[in-house]
T-cell receptor
Framework: GEDVEQSLFLSVREGDSSVINCTYTDSSSTYLYWYKQEPGAGLQLLTYIFSNMDMKQDQRLTVLLNKKDKHLSLRIADTQTGDSAIYFCAEPERGSTLGRLYFGRGTQLTVWP | DTAVSQTPKYLVTQMGNDKSIKCEQNLGHDTMYWYKQDSKKFLKIMFSYNNKELIINETVPNRFSPKSPDKAHLNLHINSLELGDSAVYFC????????????FGNGTRLTVT
């Protein structure tokens, strides 16, 4: 299966920016996703980017896509303690129409007050 | 107004028992999934149903048997539970359209003692 890589931990101070990085494998992926998992909860779709875009901004969230390097990043501006969670990058299975997503192992973001 | 709901939220049982987890979605989606999240937060797909038809069946022990009575419901029955089955099981749903994002339930934490 696809191999989605993320660093496991990130700690930031409240008010700073957070940048969570991800590398993926399939250069033909049409969409790439970021999910957020709070403790004891399911995965919540945070944002996604279409492969013909380099950047997508949604309030405090900025997604950057570098297709050449197969690198995806999620920037959270003015990080708050409520942003503490695990963030998963996900890409669809190569060539699949079945909806199978491959997830990275998740980045645990800890925000210190 | 919960979109994807799973029951129970917690399930503690002994080895050798048989248990079921239920999932329902009210999003009008055609495709439903079961994902397993291990203790290291790694997410792996187990099964997927599209309009009640099994379309993804990963290498999962045949003690695990999904059942979809209609496209809004997908249940998971597990026979002869083993210690290694302890995990969080997530139900998800999506539209059939290519690369539609998955919407997840809040998970069922299964503990086998």
């Amino acid at each position: 299966g696809e191999d989605v890589e993320q660093s496991l931990f990130l700690s930031v101070r409240e008010g700073d920016s957070s940048v969570i990085n991800c590398t993926y494998t399939d250069s033909s992926s049409t969409y790439l996703y970021w999910y957020k998992q709070e403790p004891g909860a399911g995965l919540q779709l945070l944002t996604y980017i279409f492969s013909n875009m380099d950047m997508k901004q949604d309030q405090r969230l900025t997604v950057l896509l570098n297709k050449k390097d197969k690198h995806l990043s999620l920037r959270i501006a003015d990080t708050q303690t409520g942003d503490s969670a695990i963030y998963f990058c996900a890409e669809p299975e190569r060539g699949s129409t079945l909806g199978r997503l491959y997830f990275g192992r998740g980045t645990q973001l800890t925000v210190w007050p | 107004d919960t979109a994807v709901s799973q029951t129970p939220k917690y399930l503690v049982t002994q080895m050798g028992n048989d248990k079921s987890i239920k999932c329902e979605q009210n999003l009008g989606h055609d495709t439903m999934y079961w994902y397993k999240q291990d203790s290291k937060k790694f997410l792996k797909i187990m099964f997927s149903y599209n309009n009640k038809e099994l379309i993804i069946n990963e290498t999962v022990p045949n003690r695990f048997s999904p059942k979809s009575p209609d496209k809004a419901h997908l249940n998971l029955h597990i026979n002869s539970l083993e210690l290694g089955d302890s995990a969080v099981y997530f139900c998800a749903s999506s539209r059939t359209k290519n690369n539609s994002p998955l919407h997840f339930g809040n998970g069922t934490r299964l503990t086998v003692t």
